[in-house]
T-cell receptor, first 112, second 114 residues
Framework: SQTIHQWPATLVQPVGSPLSLECTVE??????LYWYRQAAGRGLQLLFYSVGIGQISSEVPQNLSASRPQDRQFILSSKKLLLSDSGFYLC???????????FGSGTRLTVV | AQSVTQLDSHVSVSEGTPVLLRCNYSSSYSPSLFWYVQHPNKGLQLLLK??????LVKGINGFEAEFKKSETSFHLTKPSAHMSDAAEYFCVVSGASGTYKYIFGTGTRLKVLA
């Protein structure tokens, strides 16, 4: 079965510092991968999705970027964090044989 | 384009009473619809999904949802609430076919009173 690993689980970063969140997938090949953000008191917003190596689609304009250097690796980055980048970041992929997503355990980012 | 609206941001019920969490969707084609639950400081767990088969969908932990095309609704219900049901619930509609993008509702926080 498919498993998604995300790290770190929590992160506190100062404004203006860089960011790198990593997501790796096991148990499948060439998966669609997604980065979602959940801001406090709000639903999940799709930030980026990728259908393959080097293929990134951005859903909303923002201070973040994403990369897919390997088939099972999806990275979320920022050169300079803003306070508004705080939130809970989730990596996800469609589960095999169904339309349900598999989610990573998430990274809670606090920008101070 | 797809969208989903969760009609209540907060719902409070007493333990042992029925639960109703409301969701309306908009889709330009036959949608796939899901309910997810998120317990505090935990990830998201799939409760149930509708993918154009039976309109009454049964999920885990006694939850079920009915797809009503005429009302564009997909409300989540449970006959008897349990304290462990307290969590945030998200209604989700799938995006364009092939991309599997999810459109999330803003969530309904369920509180269960003893």
């Amino acid at each position: 079965s498919q498993t998604i690993h995300q790290w770190p689980a929590t992160l506190v970063q100062p404004v203006g510092s860089p960011l790198s969140l990593e997501c790796t997938v096991e148990g499948t090949s060439n998966p669609n991968l997604y980065w979602y953000r959940q801001a406090a008191g709000r639903g999940l917003q799709l930030l980026f999705y990728s259908v393959g190596i080097g293929q990134i689609s951005s859903e909303v304009p923002q201070n973040l970027s994403a990369s897919r250097p390997q088939d099972r690796q999806f990275i979320l980055s920022s050169k300079k964090l803003l306070l508004s980048d705080s939130g809970f970041y989730l990596c996800a992929s469609p589960g095999q044989g169904s339309y349900g997503y598999t989610f990573g355990s998430g990274t809670r980012l606090t920008v101070v | 384009a797809q969208s989903v609206t969760q009609l209540d941001s907060h719902v409070s019920v007493s333990e042992g009473t029925p639960v109703l969490l409301r969701c309306n969707y908009s889709s330009s084609y036959s949608p796939s619809l899901f309910w997810y639950v998120q317990h505090p400081n935990k990830g998201l767990q799939l409760l149930l999904k509708y993918t154009s088969a039976a309109t009454l969908v049964k999920g885990i932990n006694g939850f079920e949802a009915e797809f009503k095309k005429s009302e564009t609704s997909f409300h989540l219900t449970k006959p008897s609430a349990h304290m462990s049901d307290a969590a945030e619930y998200f209604c989700v509609v799938s995006g364009a076919s092939g991309t599997y993008k999810y459109i999330f509702g803003t969530g309904t926080r369920l509180k269960v009173l003893a």
